[in-house]
């Protein structure tokens, strides 16, 4: 039984709905220690996520993007805004790594839990704060939720078709992209306290991060141009489109890279005539004629299966690909060999298959090596093992309600 | 400890201090990758291709649109504060000097195809034989085994196969990818961390090893949602333009307010007065809060836009929203809204996000400066460290700047060896 890439490390997790939980699930995934910590009357948001109505027998266990997001983590309560919870949470701070949110910045200051405090009981942790904005700036305090940062990073105004609206991104990008930046943020931190006993505090911005990846700032800085929404359109190869295939709403993706490639398009297709005309030779006369081009493309695919087509032009080394639904991953056969999707099977959802680990370690597999945490699940683990609390203490401190198994909703007492 | 010298002859700080990367990369993934470790303190040297360099100098923006393999903007945003020399590693001589590189670095980052490494006699299982501690991170479309392993694939390949396209267009046309090349960086970000998971497991055992990533995989993670919701409901989410995906008919309406629940009635991109904004009420509260914004407090007991029915007056509702949209800019309507805690955002473009208040405020964007690009603003910090700042410094280096340096100074070669290196196309 082989290690696991970060089996010493503890970290207390206060994260909730997306962003968040996406990394700390990547540092669970490798082996972390990571603790869910919730309260009774503060559950994870994300608990009800999914479609389970309040009627099932306890929704908030059932919610299968909750259960795919908090895998390999263990999950305790305790109320942080009473003092004996307080203390109580100081203590396992004490015997920790890492404490890490995504909360609005004021929540965590507001529980007297800010890193000046927390240094206090363990002078070398590490403190990650992860909203929407980051702790300053004139946007601080603005609500944060992922689709507003689509927007404000740039990314919604470049999606779309040529000469159409800004169009929804699919999904809130600056949520798992700020998770995978905490994570690497973390590590960092660790890796530096390794060489020199100190820890830190961060901040990461999920409208920081997303806004790296836009390349078009860089244009803009150079030559004052302004990216503009060019569909499935490539700035320098043509074509490059999202064709129809056999089937409803079925489509293949296919770029042709150079003048090289187009001839070879040709000959996959049998040479029609269309592939011989001069005016697409070059790639200046293909981009010029995209459109037409674009029509006897698809005037060939949608005679045949978006795989096949795939199979076809791949051979001949040009990139295409089918346009699968995030559910036909489940299916495609490269993604099944890989091994992506491991089976995981949960005491109220069942067993279902999890996007599994992102990437693979040659001497440190990693795998999902239990669900989420139920409720409170961890309890009696983190207080009575870690912290040596005796089960008197555990049953005043749930009569007192500063820790339980089931979580307080509002409309639901 | 022999703390490096960071590409400007100072000494590096950072929490990457110790660390010594070699950059194998092209493009976006392996270079993006390396910057974050360069940017977090490690030394990174990059090494490139004799006479054309990574292909990111072809690629644009050039100033003024001329081509130049020193003034690719794409290039100098991606590989600042980077060592550069050239080794041709289908030579023998290459190899060799290859090899005497791997031996002393830490982190090895390319992005190839699979076979290519292999075919340079420079795959892992080698590489290791000369550094037993080597990490190497290999970024690739596919990953480094299964059926698709040696297709080509650029961003929008990925984004069809990855179930990123599927999910983003108008109803009734063609999927389209995200703008940009979203995935790329995705991919190197996710590398930088994957690299450094396995950096924290070697400080503690001393054992390298080999990363595989796979571009494919890492867009299938960001689509978790729709996934674990297609088991969940059997169900594919439909492309609905500027608005969240359409629901399935009343699946959570009765569940408790502050309970995470999209789509709902109101998570869309609409126009304004002067562009376009986001609403993005995602929590039943910020729904009411947006109809007394608005002046429309009879929306809330209106049956159309309840939770379980909202997606079939769609229409409706945007044209209601729209009438109030127009009259005000997009920083007014942000403003309001925020005051009201409904959230919302301002839809910028790339010229308002360079100059954006929240950015500019937090020294986000850095100026640096470069031999033949001049001083240019670029995105900075991903994100802020009390103790090890973000290091952003010089610009991106010349093609072959330090061959000198590091192999003279560095791994011993002579002046003779170095020219007839160069004679022989080596370096």
């Known amino acids: 039984m082989s290690d696991l890439p970060l089996q010493n490390i503890r970290i207390i997790d206060h994260t909730i709905a997306w962003a968040g939980p996406q990394g700390t699930h990547l540092l669970a995934d490798m082996g972390a220690e990571v603790i869910k910590v ?99 700036g004139p946007y601080r305090d603005a609500p944060a939720f992922g689709d507003c940062i689509n927007a404000f990073s740039g990314l919604d105004d470049i999606t779309g078709y040529p000469g159409g609206r800004p169009l929804r991104p699919g999904i809130a990008y600056g949520d798992p992209t700020s998770g995978f930046a905490a994570a690497l943020a973390i ?21 920081e991060i997303s806004s790296k990846a836009m390349d078009g700032l860089i244009e803009y800085a150079m030559n004052g141009r302004v990216q503009e929404r060019m569909g499935n359109r490539d700035a320098t190869m043509a074509p490059q489109g999202c064709y129809p295939c056999r089937g409803d709403d079925k489509w293949v993706v296919i770029t042709i890279a150079d003048d090289r490639e187009w001839k070879k398009f040709g000959r996959v297709l049998g040479n029609p005539e269309w592939t011989q005309d001069p005016r697409f030779a070059t790639v200046e006369g293909r981009r010029q004629h995209h459109d037409e081009l674009d029509r006897l493309i698809a005037s060939y695919t949608s005679s045949h299966d978006r795989y096949e087509m795939m199979s076809l032009l791949q051979k001949a080394g040009i990139a295409a690909a089918p346009v699968l639904y995030p559910g036909e991953l489940l299916t495609d056969t490269h993604f099944v060999q890989r091994g992506f999707f491991e089976e995981s099977t949960h005491p109220y959802a069942g067993t279902q298959l999890l996007p599994g680990m992102l990437y693979k370690m040659s001497h440190t597999p990693c795998r999902i090596r239990f669900p989420a945490p139920l409720f409170g699940e961890h309890n009696r683990y983190v207080y009575n093992e870690i912290l040596d609390l005796s089960e008197d203490d555990i049953e005043q401190l749930t009569r007192a309600e500063i820790i339980g198994d089931k979580p307080r909703f509002a409309g639901l007492e | 400890m022999n703390i490096p010298k960071g590409s400007n002859g100072d000494m590096k700080s950072g ?65 600042q504060d980077k060592k550069s020399i050239t080794l041709n590693l289908k030579s023998e001589a290459g190899k060799n000097a290859f090899r005497k590189l791997v031996a002393e670095a830490d982190v090895l980052i390319e992005n190839f195809e699979p076979r290519v490494m292999p075919s340079l006699g420079l795959a892992y299982e080698t590489l290791r034989e000369v550094n037993p501690s080597l990490l190497m991170t290999s970024i690739s479309n596919f990953g480094q085994n299964g059926p698709y392993r040696d297709y080509k694939g650029y961003e929008i390949t990925l984004s069809a196969l990855g179930g990123v396209q599927a999910e983003i267009g108008e109803p009734d046309r063609e999927p389209i990818k995200l703008g940009g090349q979203q995935l790329q960086f995705q991919a190197g970000l996710t590398a930088a961390f994957a690299t450094m998971s396995a950096v924290c497991y070697r400080d503690v055992t001393d054992i390298g090893q080999h990363i ?44 408790p307010p502050q309970v995470y629940r999209i789509p709902g009635p109101c998570i869309v991109i609409l126009p304004c007065k002067d562009g376009y904004v986001c609403v993005d009420t995602e929590l039943p509260p910020q729904w009411l809060a947006l109809c007394d914004m608005i002046g429309r407090p009879e929306l809330k007991e209106d049956s159309r836009f309840s939770w379980a029915t909202h997606h079939e007056h769609a229409d409706e509702l945007d044209a209601i929203l729209i009438d109030y949209l127009k009259t005000k800019t997009q920083q007014e309507l942000f403003e309001e809204a925020s005051a009201w805690r409904v959230p919302s955002a301002v839809v910028n473009n790339m010229a308002q996000l360079f100059h954006d208040p929240q950015h500019r405020a937090r020294g986000f964007f850095v100026q640096v400066e470069h031999p033949a690009l001049g001083k240019m603003d670029y995105p900075g910090h991903p994100f802020i460290m009390s103790e090890t700042p973000w290091q952003q410094v010089s610009g991106a280096p010349l093609l072959g700047e330090h061959n000198k340096e590091v192999l003279i100074e560095r791994l011993g070669y002579s002046e003779q060896e170095l020219a007839a290196m160069a004679k022989d196309g080596v370096i």
């Open chain 1, 187 to 207: 590590l960092a931190a660790l890796h530096y306290r390794s060489l020199t006993g100190k820890g830190q505090l961060i901040d990461v911005s999920h409208f």
């Open chain 2, 212 to 255: 595989d990533l796979a571009i494919v995989e890492i867009a299938a993670t960001l689509k978790g949602a729709p996934i674990m919701m297609y088991q969940e409901m059997e169900h594919h989410r439909v492309r609905n333009g500027a608005r969240i995906w359409q629901a399935q008919r009343g699946a959570t309406d009765d569940l």
């Open chain 1, 38 to 136: 919730e309260a009774c009357n503060r559950p994870d948001i994300m608990r009800g996520g999914g479609r389970r109505a309040k009627k099932a027998d306890k929704f908030w266990e059932r919610g299968a993007w909750f259960i795919q997001l908090n895998r390999n983590k263990l999950g305790i309560t305790v109320d942080l805004g009473k003092q004996e919870g307080k203390e109580l949470y100081l203590k396992l701070v004490a015997v920790s790594d890492v404490v890490w949110d995504n909360f609005t910045p004021r929540v965590m200051p507001n529980l007297g839990l800010d890193y000046e405090e927390l240094r206090k009981v363990k002078p070398d942790i590490i403190v990650l704060h992860q909203p929407g904005y980051g702790t300053s």
């Open chain 2, 15 to 79: 929490a990457l201090f110790d660390l010594k990367v070699i950059d194998l990369g092209h493009f976006i993934a392996g270079p993006y990758c390396a910057s974050l470790l360069a940017g977090l303190g490690a030394e990174v040297i990059k090494v490139e291709q004799p006479g054309t360099g990574d292909g990111a100098r072809s690629m644009g923006p050039f100033p003024g649109d001329e081509p130049h393999i020193e003034k690719s903007g794409l290039f100098n945003y991606l590989n």
